[in-house]
């Protein structure tokens, strides 16, 4: 069965940290790219970072500089490190993940693999 599994969420003050961990079973994410979106309440969901498989990553302009995507396909996991948090980065985050590189066109619009989601909250 395949599976994509989230981690790493929380409640941080605004101008901390977190890290988001996405894991997969019952595949390999070799060959994906894996993406991670957000959804506030009452927004829209929105694509926030990709990597492809062969490693190039995207971000949404409102996270440059402040996020970094990464993979680690020994442990076939895929993270998102999280820095500088904003209030407006408050929503549950999901992972995503596909073959090919349609996943990482900007603006990013879905996966065909989706993990069940994990709620950051920025607040202080």
């Known amino acids: 069965q395949l599976q994509l599994v989230e981690s790493g969420g929380g409640l941080v003050q605004p101008g901390g940290s977190l890290r988001l961990s996405c894991a997969a079973s019952?595949?390999?994410?070799?060959?994906?790219?894996i993406g991670w979106f957000r959804q506030a309440p009452g927004k829209a969901r929105e694509g926030v970072s990709c990597?492809?498989?062969?490693?190039?990553?995207t971000y949404v302009d409102s996270v440059k500089g402040r996020f970094t995507i990464s993979r680690d396909n020994a442990k076939n996991i895929a993270y998102l490190e999280m820095n500088s948090l904003k209030p407006e980065d408050t929503a549950v985050y999901y992972c995503?993940?596909?073959?090919?590189?349609?996943?990482?066109?900007?603006?990013?619009?879905?996966?065909?693999?989706w993990g069940q989601g994990t709620q950051v909250t920025v607040s202080s």
């Open positions: 990597i492809s498989g062969s490693g190039g990553s």
């Open positions: 995503a993940a596909e073959l090919g590189i349609r996943l990482c066109v900007l603006p990013m619009t879905g996966g065909k693999y």
């Open positions: 019952g595949f390999t994410l070799d060959y994906y790219a």
